[in-house]
């Protein structure tokens, strides 16, 4: 039996969208990437309206390790690539440490 431990670091993309396609497109770039996510739908329910995405969870796995910064970098590339591809206007990465919100939308 092999046992690894590495320091736990969570990273979460949540983005509204169409999650089917959301997973599509995650496979084609764990192919890519080398890559083992958790995928969630959630709902966002905010003033003035109701939308239905999902949440990509990324950890820290003991049999690929990656340090926090390599771990966000990753949930970037994805999320950019479908926030470009799903065709939103943003999304939110959370860790432990901050929360990071990016935005095609001008000031």
């Known amino acids: 039996m092999i046992e690894k431990t590495v320091p736990s670091f969570n990273v979460e993309v949540h983005m509204a969208g169409d999650i ?3 997973a599509k ?3 084609r770039l764990a192919m890519v ?4 996510v958790t995928l969630t739908a959630q709902t966002f329910i905010y003033t003035g309206g109701r939308e239905e995405g999902f949440k990509i969870g990324f950890i820290n796995y003991p049999r690929f390790p990656s340090s926090p910064e390599e771990l966000v970098a990753l949930a970037k ?6 926030m470009v591809d799903l065709g939103q206007h943003s ?3 959370v860790t432990p440490i901050e929360t990071i919100w990016v935005s095609r ?3």
Do not use: N, T
């Not at 990437?33 to 083992?36: E, I, L, Q, S």
């Open 20 to 22: 089917r396609f959301a």
């Open 33 to 36: 990437k080398g890559m083992c």
């Open 77 to 82: 590339y994805v999320a950019d690539c479908l």
């Open 91 to 93: 999304y939110s990465i």
């Open 25 to 27: 497109m995650i496979q």
């Open 105 to 107: 939308k001008p000031e």
